[in-house]
């Protein structure tokens, strides 16, 4: 026997979420369906309009669903110091851990001529732009230490030694409070040659 | 700094779902707007549609939009042996399992005095009812071996044993394909206890 037509329809729905499988699904299905049909049509809601109406800030790229973000238009924060992410997620991150008062540029992805990702897809022509118009005294590079992400780094640096912006790039190590014997060996090497005097 | 309104909204929302966390409505919700938009917007129509229609089996009182569930409607089902569990999960997982060809009846929970769940909210009187007209010749006990399952199977044994039906417990021990030694001690001992003649 299968679930009602419907509610088979909901679990397959339900499957779009990433993480979620078929066991997940069902679970959370009759979890709503017993427990919270205000909250799945509250979330109903919520799915369709964020679908709808949230797009990128036109400054920095990041998810909006105003024409420019909050941080975009912040006068406390530091328009002369751009931190470039990948993600949007990196951005929560960085927020949530450091005391940076600069802005951000949001790639929404990285380099990969593979993946037919260039640098016109990941909005690199709009900050090349702000390069150029002389807004950014220091760009932070803080693409991820993959192999796209170094890509995309090295691509950034280039493009801001060009405009003749000052590039950085995070550091890379063993992580703060980590055990040596716990640290992966491609960090543990990094954090070798990347050594500094002491 | 904050994700912009819309994006806090959806955040919020995604974590109505049973095991999402803030970190996970975060990358859910990140993921959906960067690669779901219409996944996001399809998953948005079947859920309002979902908590707006499903209801109940009149008879079994399984989650169902119609008025009587396909199972119960099945001519192929025996409908003189019944098997009651206490979620819809239940019965999915049963269908899965076992060659059972009996019907079922969905108690959506279990006897519980202490949090108000009293013999009417888990229909107990419909179950009753069906057993008096003397359409079931067993009842198949099928609920949880915790406390309130094994309360509820108690009780479900005397309103058998008073309209004269048959009243069978499903076995308890241990797994099949199950070492002894990573057996819990409770489900051990019950699998002493029920010892039978070989």
Do not use: N, W
Not at 48 to 74: N, P
Not at 109 to 124: C, E, H, N, Q
Not at 143 to 159: D, F, N, Q, V, W
Request: charged share 25%; hydrophobic share 40%.
């Amino acid at each position: 026997m299968q679930p009602s037509p419907l509610l088979a329809e909901l679990i397959a729905a339900l499957q779009f979420l990433p993480g979620v499988g078929p066991k997940s699904a069902q679970r959370i299905a009759f979890h709503l369906l017993e427990h919270g049909r205000d909250k799945a049509r509250r979330l109903a809601e919520v799915l369709e309009r964020a679908a709808s109406d949230i797009g990128h800030c036109q400054v920095c790229r990041t998810f909006c669903e105003s024409e420019i973000c909050e941080l975009c238009q912040s006068p406390s924060r530091d328009a002369a110091t751009v931190c470039v992410v990948e993600s949007p997620l990196d951005v929560v991150a960085i927020e949530q851990a450091a005391d940076f008062r600069g802005r951000y540029f949001v790639l929404m992805g990285r380099l990969s001529p593979i993946d037919g990702v260039t640098p016109a897809s990941i909005g690199i022509p709009l900050l090349e732009q702000r390069l150029l118009a002389g807004e950014i005294r220091e760009l932070i590079v803080a693409t991820g230490s993959t192999m796209e992400g170094e890509a995309t780094a090295h691509y950034l640096r280039e493009i801001a030694r060009e405009a003749g912006v000052r590039a950085t790039r995070i550091a890379h190590g063993v992580p703060i409070g980590g055990e040596l014997e716990f640290v992966d060996s491609s960090t543990l090497s990094r954090a070798l040659s990347s050594r500094h005097e002491y």
